[in-house]
T-cell receptor, first 116, second 113 residues
Framework: AQKVTQAQTEISVVEKEDVTLDCVYE???????LFWYKQPPSGELVFLIR??????QNEISGRYSWNFQKSTSSFNFTITASQVVDSAVYFC?????????????FGAGTRLAVHP | DGGITQSPKYLFRKEGQNVTLSCEQN?????MYWYRQDPGQGLRLIYY???????QKGDIAEGYSVSREKKESFPLTVTSAQKNPTAFYLC????????????FGPGTRLTVT
Protein backbone atom coordinates (compact mmCIF):
# COMPACT_ATOMS: atom_id res chain seq x y z
CA ALA A 1 0.00 0.00 0.00
CA GLN A 2 1.16 3.51 -0.76
CA LYS A 3 0.86 5.85 2.17
CA VAL A 4 2.25 9.06 3.64
CA THR A 5 2.16 9.68 7.38
CA GLN A 6 2.67 13.03 9.03
CA ALA A 7 2.36 12.17 12.69
CA GLN A 8 2.52 15.76 13.93
CA THR A 9 -0.92 17.30 13.59
CA GLU A 10 0.01 20.70 15.00
CA ILE A 11 3.25 22.33 16.08
CA SER A 12 3.55 25.63 17.87
CA VAL A 13 6.87 27.47 18.18
CA VAL A 14 8.14 30.91 19.02
CA GLU A 15 9.81 32.96 16.32
CA LYS A 16 13.50 32.13 15.71
CA GLU A 17 13.13 28.56 16.94
CA ASP A 18 14.12 25.73 14.61
CA VAL A 19 11.36 23.25 13.80
CA THR A 20 11.33 19.88 12.04
CA LEU A 21 8.29 18.45 10.32
CA ASP A 22 8.29 14.68 10.01
CA CYS A 23 7.19 12.66 7.01
CA VAL A 24 7.22 8.87 6.71
CA TYR A 25 6.14 7.12 3.55
CA GLU A 26 5.34 3.60 2.39
CA UNK A 27 5.70 2.27 -1.12
CA UNK A 28 6.84 -0.88 -2.83
CA UNK A 29 7.94 1.01 -5.93
CA UNK A 30 11.66 1.61 -6.45
CA UNK A 31 11.09 4.75 -8.50
CA UNK A 32 9.11 7.51 -6.89
CA UNK A 33 9.30 11.17 -5.98
CA LEU A 34 8.62 12.96 -2.74
CA PHE A 35 7.30 16.50 -2.42
CA TRP A 36 6.66 19.13 0.18
CA TYR A 37 3.94 21.73 -0.26
CA LYS A 38 3.03 24.71 1.88
CA GLN A 39 -0.58 25.82 2.32
CA PRO A 40 -0.79 29.32 3.82
CA PRO A 41 -4.09 30.66 5.18
CA SER A 42 -5.03 31.84 1.66
CA GLY A 43 -5.50 28.17 0.73
CA GLU A 44 -3.32 27.77 -2.34
CA LEU A 45 -0.74 24.98 -2.19
CA VAL A 46 2.77 26.20 -2.91
CA PHE A 47 5.34 23.76 -4.22
CA LEU A 48 8.52 23.68 -2.11
CA ILE A 49 10.66 20.77 -3.20
CA ARG A 50 10.79 17.57 -5.25
CA UNK A 51 13.20 14.73 -4.47
CA UNK A 52 13.57 11.48 -6.42
CA UNK A 53 14.08 8.09 -4.83
CA UNK A 54 17.62 7.74 -6.15
CA UNK A 55 18.93 10.99 -4.74
CA UNK A 56 19.50 10.90 -0.99
CA GLN A 57 21.47 14.11 -0.83
CA ASN A 58 20.12 16.56 1.67
CA GLU A 59 19.02 19.87 0.29
CA ILE A 60 19.18 23.35 1.72
CA SER A 61 17.35 26.38 0.39
CA GLY A 62 17.77 29.42 2.57
CA ARG A 63 16.18 28.65 5.94
CA TYR A 64 14.64 25.41 4.60
CA SER A 65 16.38 22.06 4.56
CA TRP A 66 15.25 18.54 3.76
CA ASN A 67 16.62 15.24 5.01
CA PHE A 68 15.77 12.20 2.87
CA GLN A 69 16.60 8.81 4.39
CA LYS A 70 15.57 5.82 2.33
CA SER A 71 16.59 3.40 5.10
CA THR A 72 13.87 4.78 7.35
CA SER A 73 11.48 5.87 4.55
CA SER A 74 11.53 9.40 5.85
CA PHE A 75 11.67 12.81 4.20
CA ASN A 76 11.81 15.39 6.98
CA PHE A 77 11.63 19.15 6.57
CA THR A 78 13.43 21.61 8.85
CA ILE A 79 12.84 25.34 9.07
CA THR A 80 15.70 27.17 10.72
CA ALA A 81 15.05 30.39 12.62
CA SER A 82 11.31 30.22 12.01
CA GLN A 83 9.35 33.36 11.18
CA VAL A 84 5.69 34.26 11.55
CA VAL A 85 5.31 34.03 7.76
CA ASP A 86 6.15 30.33 8.01
CA SER A 87 2.80 29.74 9.71
CA ALA A 88 0.91 27.39 7.39
CA VAL A 89 -0.11 23.80 6.87
CA TYR A 90 2.67 21.74 5.35
CA PHE A 91 1.96 18.65 3.29
CA CYS A 92 4.31 15.86 2.38
CA UNK A 93 3.35 13.90 -0.74
CA UNK A 94 4.48 10.79 -2.59
CA UNK A 95 4.06 10.46 -6.33
CA UNK A 96 3.91 7.29 -8.31
CA UNK A 97 3.44 6.65 -11.98
CA UNK A 98 0.02 5.08 -12.32
CA UNK A 99 -1.51 4.51 -15.74
CA UNK A 100 0.93 6.98 -17.23
CA UNK A 101 0.22 9.93 -14.98
CA UNK A 102 1.78 11.04 -11.74
CA UNK A 103 -0.60 10.35 -8.88
CA UNK A 104 0.05 12.37 -5.74
CA UNK A 105 -0.64 10.77 -2.38
CA PHE A 106 -0.79 13.35 0.39
CA GLY A 107 -0.22 13.09 4.09
CA ALA A 108 -2.78 14.68 6.39
CA GLY A 109 -0.60 17.74 6.87
CA THR A 110 1.10 19.44 9.81
CA ARG A 111 -0.19 22.81 10.95
CA LEU A 112 2.70 25.03 12.02
CA ALA A 113 2.02 28.12 14.12
CA VAL A 114 4.92 30.50 14.64
CA HIS A 115 4.29 33.06 17.35
CA PRO A 116 6.11 36.39 17.67
CA ASP B 1 2.08 35.63 -15.47
CA GLY B 2 1.51 31.92 -15.87
CA GLY B 3 -0.71 30.22 -13.39
CA ILE B 4 -3.99 28.59 -12.50
CA THR B 5 -7.16 30.50 -11.78
CA GLN B 6 -10.21 29.17 -10.02
CA SER B 7 -13.45 31.01 -9.65
CA PRO B 8 -15.24 31.91 -7.58
CA LYS B 9 -13.27 31.88 -4.32
CA TYR B 10 -16.45 31.25 -2.28
CA LEU B 11 -19.61 29.56 -3.51
CA PHE B 12 -22.89 28.96 -1.72
CA ARG B 13 -25.59 26.63 -2.96
CA LYS B 14 -28.79 25.07 -1.76
CA GLU B 15 -28.95 21.33 -1.38
CA GLY B 16 -30.17 19.59 -4.53
CA GLN B 17 -28.60 22.07 -6.95
CA ASN B 18 -25.74 21.23 -9.29
CA VAL B 19 -22.84 23.66 -9.25
CA THR B 20 -19.86 24.07 -11.59
CA LEU B 21 -16.43 25.15 -10.42
CA SER B 22 -14.13 26.79 -12.92
CA CYS B 23 -10.43 26.01 -13.44
CA GLU B 24 -8.26 27.65 -16.10
CA GLN B 25 -4.50 27.37 -16.62
CA ASN B 26 -2.08 29.14 -18.96
CA UNK B 27 0.96 27.03 -18.14
CA UNK B 28 0.56 24.95 -21.31
CA UNK B 29 0.24 21.84 -19.15
CA UNK B 30 -1.39 18.75 -20.58
CA UNK B 31 -2.47 17.21 -17.28
CA MET B 32 -5.05 18.69 -14.93
CA TYR B 33 -6.48 17.50 -11.63
CA TRP B 34 -9.27 18.17 -9.16
CA TYR B 35 -8.82 17.57 -5.44
CA ARG B 36 -11.10 17.87 -2.47
CA GLN B 37 -9.86 18.97 0.95
CA ASP B 38 -11.86 18.56 4.14
CA PRO B 39 -10.90 20.27 7.42
CA GLY B 40 -7.81 18.74 9.00
CA GLN B 41 -7.29 16.33 6.15
CA GLY B 42 -5.03 15.93 3.19
CA LEU B 43 -6.13 16.22 -0.40
CA ARG B 44 -8.11 13.52 -2.15
CA LEU B 45 -8.18 13.13 -5.92
CA ILE B 46 -11.57 13.50 -7.60
CA TYR B 47 -10.78 13.42 -11.33
CA TYR B 48 -7.78 13.89 -13.56
CA UNK B 49 -7.18 14.49 -17.23
CA UNK B 50 -4.01 13.80 -19.16
CA UNK B 51 -5.12 15.27 -22.45
CA UNK B 52 -8.02 17.09 -24.10
CA UNK B 53 -11.23 15.04 -24.39
CA UNK B 54 -9.94 12.42 -21.97
CA UNK B 55 -10.38 12.16 -18.20
CA GLN B 56 -10.29 9.48 -15.53
CA LYS B 57 -11.91 8.96 -12.15
CA GLY B 58 -9.79 9.48 -9.09
CA ASP B 59 -10.35 8.08 -5.63
CA ILE B 60 -13.62 9.88 -4.82
CA ALA B 61 -15.36 10.56 -8.16
CA GLU B 62 -18.91 9.65 -7.11
CA GLY B 63 -21.25 12.64 -7.33
CA TYR B 64 -18.87 14.66 -9.51
CA SER B 65 -18.43 15.15 -13.24
CA VAL B 66 -15.85 16.91 -15.41
CA SER B 67 -15.16 17.87 -19.00
CA ARG B 68 -11.97 18.69 -20.87
CA GLU B 69 -12.88 20.36 -24.14
CA LYS B 70 -9.90 22.73 -24.14
CA LYS B 71 -6.36 22.27 -22.92
CA GLU B 72 -6.65 25.33 -20.69
CA SER B 73 -9.90 24.47 -18.97
CA PHE B 74 -11.07 21.66 -16.67
CA PRO B 75 -14.41 22.53 -15.01
CA LEU B 76 -15.79 20.38 -12.20
CA THR B 77 -19.52 19.91 -11.63
CA VAL B 78 -20.66 18.95 -8.15
CA THR B 79 -23.98 17.21 -8.67
CA SER B 80 -26.88 16.74 -6.28
CA ALA B 81 -25.79 13.11 -5.99
CA GLN B 82 -22.73 14.13 -3.97
CA LYS B 83 -23.82 13.42 -0.40
CA ASN B 84 -21.47 15.77 1.40
CA PRO B 85 -20.36 18.48 -1.05
CA THR B 86 -19.28 21.18 1.40
CA ALA B 87 -15.48 21.30 1.10
CA PHE B 88 -12.51 23.18 -0.29
CA TYR B 89 -11.81 22.28 -3.93
CA LEU B 90 -8.38 22.63 -5.48
CA CYS B 91 -7.45 22.40 -9.13
CA UNK B 92 -3.91 21.55 -10.25
CA UNK B 93 -1.95 21.02 -13.43
CA UNK B 94 1.35 19.47 -14.44
CA UNK B 95 3.39 18.61 -17.46
CA UNK B 96 2.06 15.31 -18.70
CA UNK B 97 4.96 12.94 -18.56
CA UNK B 98 7.19 11.88 -15.74
CA UNK B 99 7.21 12.85 -12.11
CA UNK B 100 6.55 16.51 -12.57
CA UNK B 101 5.35 18.66 -9.74
CA UNK B 102 1.75 19.76 -9.75
CA UNK B 103 0.92 23.44 -9.53
CA PHE B 104 -2.22 24.45 -7.70
CA GLY B 105 -4.85 27.13 -8.06
CA PRO B 106 -6.14 29.24 -5.14
CA GLY B 107 -9.11 26.95 -4.52
CA THR B 108 -12.89 27.34 -4.26
CA ARG B 109 -14.65 26.95 -0.94
CA LEU B 110 -18.09 25.44 -1.57
CA THR B 111 -20.80 25.55 1.07
CA VAL B 112 -24.03 23.68 0.49
CA THR B 113 -26.92 24.20 2.91
Amino acid sequence: AQKVTQAQTEISVVEKEDVTLDCVYETRDTTYYLFWYKQPPSGELVFLIRRNSFDEQNEISGRYSWNFQKSTSSFNFTITASQVVDSAVYFCALTLLSGGYNKLIFGAGTRLAVHP
Amino acid sequence: DGGITQSPKYLFRKEGQNVTLSCEQNLNHDAMYWYRQDPGQGLRLIYYSQIVNDFQKGDIAEGYSVSREKKESFPLTVTSAQKNPTAFYLCASSARTGFNEQYFGPGTRLTVT
